[in-house]
């Protein structure tokens, strides 16, 4: 059953520093996502893409962060520079026409 | 805007019995759709089941169903006959459906299934 994979699995990091999270959707979807979650908390929406472009975006997601479909099969999520608060576990997340979201098993960010 | 409510923090069941996870939600969309995710200890999120809100009948999904009262704006999940393997987090999202693309979770169940 093919399934969302993200690279790595866990990065550790040091405030200030720039990170790329990678995520290889499932290949016949079309709107991809970006959740986060910190330790214990809810999960919260980072940002939706849609045809190559941003078609939302939550508060969250201010200017450290980007996102980008470099090819046909990679969608990366890049903080520019890393602060303490953005420890969280990131999920990347697909989905075709109808409206169930498959997400990947999660990149564990660690900021120290 | 969306909101989810799970009230349980922490359910318990015994093997082989059948366990409700609350979830109620407010929304002033006319359509939108629920969700159920479990989440092990591993972290992945497993999408379990979904109701739209203009289905007539209640969402299953093999051990999983969705008891859904619209009137009551809640969509409880049901699981059959419990196994150990259930034991995870889990979490009740909603989307606006023809709006907004983002999945709003409420903060989840952990239910502990005992032996």
């Known amino acids: 059953e093919p399934e969302v994979t993200q690279t790595p699995s866990h990065q550790v990091t040091q405030m200030g520093q720039e990170v790329i999270l990678r995520c290889v959707p499932i290949s016949n979807h079309l709107y991809f996502y970006w959740y986060r979650q910190i330790l214990g908390q809810k999960v919260e929406f980072l940002v939706s893409?849609?045809?190559?472009?941003?078609?939302?975006k939550s508060e969250i997601f201010d200017d450290q962060f980007s996102v980008e479909r470099p090819d046909g099969s990679n969608f990366t999520l890049k903080i520019r520079s890393t602060k303490l608060e953005d420890s969280a576990m990131y999920f990347c997340?697909?989905?075709?026409?109808?409206?169930?979201?498959?997400f990947g098993p999660g990149t564990r960010l660690t900021v120290t | 805007a969306q909101k989810i409510t799970q009230t349980q923090p922490g359910m318990f069941v015994q093997e082989k019995e059948a366990v409700t996870l609350d979830c109620t939600y407010d929304?002033?969309?006319?359509?939108?759709?629920l969700f159920w995710y479990k989440q092990p200890s591993s972290g992945e999120m497993i999408f379990l089941i979904y109701?739209?809100?203009?289905?007539?009948q209640n969402a299953t999904e093999g051990r999983y169903s969705l008891n859904f009262q619209k009137a009551r704006k809640s969509a409880n999940l049901v699981i059959s006959a419990s196994q150990l393997g259930d034991s995870a987090m889990y979490f009740c999202a909603m989307i606006p459906q023809g709006g907004s693309e983002k999945l709003v979770f409420g903060k989840g169940t952990k239910l502990t299934v005992n032996p």
């Open positions: 997340a697909s989905r075709q026409e109808v409206y169930e979201q498959y």
């Open positions: 929304t002033s969309d006319p359509s939108y759709g």
């Open positions: 109701q739209g809100s203009y289905d007539q």
């Open positions: 893409f849609y045809n190559n472009e941003i078609s939302e």
